[in-house]
C-alpha cells in the first residue's frame, strides 16, 4: 500500500525533472539556432558583398557607390558599371585595369595621393575626375569607387563630389556617404574631411563667382573643357595621370552604342 500511494507522487516528480530538462534543451537549441543564423548571415555577406549604390540629389539618373578593392565576381555582380580606381600604379593596379577590360568594363584611373599631396595647390586633378563622374551620374550610368580599403582615398573623393560637384553642405555631404557606406564615413574621419573642405575652398569659390556672373545658371565645375572635348566627340573623358584620355562608351543599348 506503502508503494502503491507513493507512486503517482514518484512519477509527478519525475515528470516535473523531465518538463524542466525539455525547457533546458528547448533554451540551447533556440541559442545554438540564433548563432547558427548569424554565422549563415555572415557567411552571406562575406560570399556576396555588393556596394550599396545610390541615386544622388542632382544626379540621379545614375546611381554611385563606393567600394574597396573589387574581386571579379563583385565587379561582374554590380553589372554595367564604370569602375573608378583611385590607387596608385604600384598596387598591382595593371591586374585591376586587365580584370575591368576583360569584363568590357569602362576604367578611369587617377593617383589619388598624388594629386592630393600637392602642396598648397587645389586638388585640381581630383576635381577633373569629379566633373566626369558627374557627368556620368547625369548620364545615367552606373558608377562605383574604390582605393584598396574603400576608406580614406574612396572617402575623401566621394566628399569632393557630393560637395564640389553636387554643391551639397557637409552635413549633407557626411550624411550621404554615410547612407553609400558606413565604414567609410566612420574611419575616413573629420580630420580628413575638413582637410579636403579646405583644399576645396579656393575652387568652391570660384565656381560661385562664375555661377554669379552668369545669373546662377547651370553648374561649372573644375575640369568643365575636358567635358565639352568629351560631350562633342560623343564620349566620356577622363585624363590620366599621362596626360591620356580614358574613353567611356555610351550605357548598353544606349542610341548609338
Not at 508503494?3 to 512519477?11: G, H, I, N, R, T
Not at 572617402?155 to 550621404?176: D, V
Not at 580630420?191 to 583644399?199: G, L, N, S, V
Amino acid at each position: 500500500l506503502k508503494f502503491v500511494a507513493a507512486a503517482p507522487v514518484q512519477l509527478s516528480t519525475m515528470c516535473a525533472a523531465l518538463e524542466s530538462s525539455l525547457a533546458g534543451v528547448q533554451s540551447k537549441v533556440a541559442v545554438l539556432q540564433s548563432r547558427l543564423n548569424a554565422a549563415g548571415m555572415a557567411a552571406a555577406e562575406t560570399v556576396k558583398p555588393e556596394p550599396h549604390f545610390v541615386r544622388l540629389p542632382g544626379a540621379d539618373s545614375g546611381e554611385f557607390g563606393l567600394w574597396h578593392r573589387p574581386t571579379k565576381k563583385q565587379l561582374m555582380r554590380m553589372g554595367d558599371v564604370v569602375v573608378v580606381n583611385l590607387m596608385a600604379p604600384d598596387e598591382d593596379l595593371q591586374d585591376l585595369q586587365d580584370m575591368a577590360e576583360n569584363l568590357g568594363l569602362p576604367w578611369l584611373h587617377i593617383d589619388f595621393w598624388k594629386h592630393y599631396h600637392n602642396g598648397s595647390r587645389a586638388p585640381r586633378g581630383i576635381t577633373d575626375l569629379c566633373a566626369e563622374v558627374l557627368r556620368l551620374l547625369q548620364g545615367g550610368r552606373r558608377v562605383v569607387v574604390h582605393c584598396s580599403a574603400g576608406i580614406h582615398r574612396t572617402g575623401l573623393f566621394a566628399y569632393a563630389l557630393l560637395r564640389f560637384s553636387l554643391g551639397m553642405t557637409p552635413a549633407e555631404t557626411r550624411e550621404w556617404i554615410g547612407r553609400m557606406r558606413e565604414v567609410t564615413l566612420r574611419q575616413c574621419g573629420e580630420r580628413r574631411f575638413t582637410d579636403m573642405e579646405r583644399k576645396l575652398g579656393p575652387l568652391m569659390l570660384r565656381r560661385e563667382a562664375a555661377l554669379a556672373r552668369r545669373g546662377g545658371a547651370g553648374c561649372e565645375v573644375a575640369g568643365a573643357a575636358e567635358v565639352a572635348r568629351a560631350e562633342d566627340s560623343g564620349l566620356a573623358l577622363c585624363q590620366d595621370d599621362s596626360g591620356q584620355g580614358n574613353a567611356v562608351p555610351p550605357p548598353h543599348g544606349a542610341a548609338g552604342a
